[in-house]
């Protein structure tokens, strides 16, 4: 006969109701945060404010990105953002954020000069004009003319050989110092990083002077044994005021990773080694690496990226990687 299996012991049952709250508890954390932060009653503060804006203005470039737009389009989205931007002229000052609500308006009116009636939106355009005052470049907005040579030009290179030169690197040469010009290009890069409907959310606190270096990285776990020699770190957050739907709630992690992702492709491009420095942070873990930062509540801690000059020889891990028919799937039976 089978044997009868084992009854839960006590102990087991109190381990697994510890786990369960401390799971419950921690998914709270992350609730209360994307709640108080995101926009989906309505836009509350200035940076939901300025996310707005931004969400409009690419709808807009949007449409005039396309072959055939139809005439007029998005003008509920036109009042909305001329709207919008003056609120915040009003409430908030006029800055880059406003400059780019007047830009794709201007760019709209323009575009779909030729093609029929502007009458309402050059008003709209007109009265915002007014309302921001002279001064303050237009910046560019809409769309514009590119052609596929010239982007080829640009992009050429052995990419897959690029990336199979990237290392996680665990030993740096902690003598030579990062220059900041390098730092400041790699973020210029992770810049163009593609972000949901433009809002580019990312945020970079760098560190690169020791005594600074270690106190950060005294609230992660990952950097035993290589931490000392870094030449900097960084912290990549989300600010989660950008964010007004329920189905945006893990948009954050998305766009924080593509960002991260070539931020640390930007060090790889600047000669410098990198490791990505994992923030798999519950509640108490979290808590103290904000309060050490100053991270405000309405961001998200994405990752940590240690960087630094690398040494003129020195081993890395192999990582081999999976066969290809393992990661791609061609074609799979649509049901």
Partial sequence: MPSAKAAPSASSFQNRARTAWRLFSNFAYDYRRFRRASFIDGAQSRENRRAHIHLLAHMLEYGM???????????????????????YIEQDGRDA??????????AY???????GDVSEAQALLDDLLVVAGAGHNIRPGGSEAVGAAEIVRHARMDFVSFMEARHS???????RTVAFEKIERAIRAAQ????????????????????SIARVLSHH????????????????????????????????????????MTLALGLHAEGLGACMLNWSAAREQDIKMRTCVGIP??????TLIGFGEMREDFRVPVSARKPIDMVLTHEPPLR
């Fill in 65 to 87: 990105s396309l072959s055939n737009p139809r005439n007029g389009f998005g003008m509920d989205k036109v009042r909305l953002l001329a709207a919008e931007t003056r609120r």
């Fill in 97 to 106: 954020s406003a400059d780019i609500g007047l830009s794709v308006l201007s």
């Fill in 109 to 115: 009116v323009a575009f779909n000069a030729e093609q």
């Fill in 169 to 175: 690197v665990r030993q740096y040469d902690s003598n």
């Fill in 192 to 211: 163009q990083s593609p972000s949901s409907c433009n809002r580019q959310t990312c945020r970079v606190y760098a560190f690169t002077e020791k005594p």
């Fill in 221 to 260: 776990d990952g950097n035993r044994g290589f931490g000392e020699q870094l030449g900097g770190v960084f912290v990549v957050t989300v600010d989660l005021s950008h964010w007004n739907t329920v189905g945006e709630r893990n948009q954050g992690w998305v766009d924080g990773g593509m960002f991260a």
């Fill in 297 to 302: 509540d309405n961001e998200i801690i994405i």
